[in-house]
């Protein structure tokens, strides 16, 4: 109530009102369109997306956001220009998609300003970090210490606790200061000029504490499933368990950043190449195209047409006796142990085969005909 104030009641003028006049605000008074359950977790995401965002200045003296939308969010850095890496969708409407992470430089300014940089798949990523995980749990006791206690300074850090602590005082102090201001108007000891300026100054302050206490509330509810997760995996290390999946809260709380490109051991340029900082200080070099999934489209590889050892020449026919063909007695068994005889027998049977299902005739005695003549012009050309 009191959003707007009548200025003449003879010519019913009204403003909106700013401080003006008194307001009334009155809780659960009307009927909520959403909960309160999911407005909070609303508010939640925006200030994740806009609100909380650090801001670092580059070279070029550009600010850029800092998000953590995604696990990989501002913790991937190109090796070749320094930039971030953004996330995208390659093939997203199709059965062939795949999420990939790219130097922010050589997506919006061109690849001749990051000639090196290529994408790199995130399932990679995440099993290159699991892979220096399990490396780094079996190297070192001293490191997996050390680990613990970042953790443990992780789940103690009491710093936005102390600042909401901090803001709610300075809002009750403000309060005390506002009624003060009124109780000097009412009594005649201030001008109205001062009064409104006063007031203003309390109100600004009052409604830029209560912004920033709403946002760090939201923070702390967000804390808490990461703290339990947290909590989980210092339990995980104290029993010597291994993860068996990727997990966003571990891998924030224990590494600094990923390089991602660089310089191989063989001098060669390699855009997968990925360096895990951890924030003990250990570092671990990975490729990621060892992580990389399987290509939906790629062909199977064979190593023989038709190997010596195998049973191919059964499976064309499955009546098979001591003769290949019941109908074709040229070609014995015994003389399937020469490779020529063995690979142009398998030529010619399956090219009958592909005919006759070409055709889709059943005709039995035409396919004996058939098989007898092409396996007879076949042997025929090998023995000329």
Same mark, same amino acid.
């Given at each position: 109530?009191?959003?707007?104030?009548?200025?003449?009641?003879?010519? *019913?003028?009204?403003? /909106?009102?700013?401080?003006?006049?008194?307001?009334?605000?009155?809780?659960?008074?009307?009927?909520?369109?959403?909960?309160?359950?999911?407005?909070?977790?609303?508010?939640?995401?925006?200030?994740?997306?806009?609100?909380?965002?650090?801001?670092?200045?580059?070279?070029?003296?550009? $600010?850029? $956001? +800092?998000? *953590?939308?995604?696990?990989?969010? !501002?913790?991937?850095?190109?090796?070749?220009?320094?930039?971030?890496? /953004?996330?995208?969708?390659?093939?997203?409407? /199709?059965? @062939?998609?795949?999420?990939?992470?790219?130097? =922010?430089?050589?997506?919006?300014?061109?690849?001749?300003?990051?000639?090196?940089?290529?994408?790199?798949?995130?399932?990679?990523?995440?099993?290159?970090?699991?892979?220096? @995980?399990?490396?780094? +749990?079996?190297?070192?006791?001293?490191?997996?210490?050390?680990?613990?206690?970042? #953790?443990?300074?992780?789940?103690?850090?009491?710093?936005?606790?102390?600042?909401?602590?901090?803001?709610?005082?300075?809002?009750?102090?403000?309060?005390?200061?506002?009624?003060?201001? =009124?109780?000097?108007?009412?009594?005649?000891?201030?001008?109205? &000029?001062?009064?409104?300026?006063?007031?203003?100054?309390?109100?600004?302050?009052?409604?830029?504490?209560?912004?920033?206490?709403?946002?760090?509330?939201? &923070?702390?509810?967000?804390?808490?499933?990461?703290?339990?997760?947290?909590?989980?995996?210092?339990?995980?290390?104290?029993?010597?368990?291994?993860?068996?999946?990727?997990?966003?809260?571990?891998?924030? /709380?224990? =590494?600094?950043?990923?390089?991602?490109?660089?310089?191989? !051991?063989?001098?060669? #340029?390699?855009?997968?190449?990925?360096?895990?900082?951890?924030?003990?200080?250990?570092?671990?070099?990975?490729?990621? *195209? %060892?992580? *990389?999934?399987?290509?939906?489209?790629?062909?199977?590889?064979?190593?023989?047409?038709?190997? %010596?050892?195998?049973?191919?020449?059964?499976?064309?026919?499955?009546?098979? &006796?001591?003769?290949?063909?019941?109908?074709?007695?040229? #070609?014995?068994?015994?003389?399937?142990?020469?490779?020529? +005889?063995?690979? =142009?027998?398998?030529?010619?049977?399956?090219?009958?085969?592909?005919?006759?299902?070409?055709?889709?005739?059943?005709?039995?005695?035409?396919?004996?005909?058939?098989?007898?003549?092409?396996?007879? %012009?076949?042997?025929?050309?090998?023995?000329?």
């Amino acid at each position: 109530m009191g959003k707007t104030f009548t200025v003449d009641p003879i010519s *019913k003028r009204r403003l /909106s009102n700013f401080g003006e006049e008194d307001k009334y605000y009155i809780k659960d008074n009307h009927e909520p369109i959403i909960s309160k359950e999911d407005f909070e977790k609303a508010q939640e995401i925006r200030l994740r997306r806009a609100g909380n965002k650090k801001t670092a200045a580059n070279v070029n003296g550009k $600010r850029e $956001r +800092y998000s *953590k939308m995604y696990a990989f969010s !501002s913790m991937l850095e190109c090796g070749f220009c320094g930039s971030i890496l /953004s996330r995208r969708s390659w093939h997203c409407r /199709s059965d @062939y998609r795949k999420v990939v992470w790219h130097c =922010v430089t050589s997506i919006k300014k061109g690849k001749k300003f990051c000639k090196h940089s290529k994408g790199l798949e995130e399932l990679a990523i995440e099993g290159a970090f699991m892979e220096a @995980y399990r490396k780094l +749990y079996h190297s070192n006791e001293n490191l997996m210490t050390d680990l613990l206690e970042t #953790i443990e300074s992780e789940l103690n850090d009491n710093s936005l606790n102390k600042e909401l602590k901090r803001i709610t005082n300075k809002l009750r102090t403000l309060l005390k200061k506002e009624e003060n201001l =009124v109780n000097l108007r009412l009594e005649g000891k201030i001008s109205d &000029t001062i009064y409104n300026e006063k007031y203003n100054e309390i109100s600004s302050e009052k409604e830029f504490l209560a912004e920033e206490k709403v946002n760090i509330e939201t &923070t702390l509810k967000s804390e808490i499933d990461v703290k339990k997760r947290l909590t989980e995996f210092k339990h995980l290390l104290s029993s010597q368990k291994m993860l068996t999946e990727f997990d966003r809260a571990v891998f924030e /709380s224990i =590494v600094e950043k990923i390089i991602v490109g660089g310089v191989n !051991s063989d001098g060669e #340029i390699d855009p997968a190449m990925l360096t895990i900082i951890f924030k003990t200080g250990e570092t671990q070099n990975k490729d990621g *195209k %060892q992580f *990389k999934s399987k290509r939906k489209n790629a062909k199977l590889e064979t190593d023989k047409l038709c190997p %010596q050892n195998s049973d191919e020449d059964k499976k064309l026919y499955s009546q098979g &006796t001591d003769y290949t063909h019941r109908s074709c007695g040229i #070609i014995r068994k015994t003389q399937l142990d020469c490779p020529a +005889y063995s690979l =142009v027998f398998w030529q010619a049977a399956s090219k009958v085969r592909r005919t006759f299902e070409l055709s889709n005739t059943h005709h039995v005695d035409s396919c004996h005909i058939y098989t007898k003549i092409k396996c007879q %012009q076949a042997l025929s050309r090998v023995i000329a």
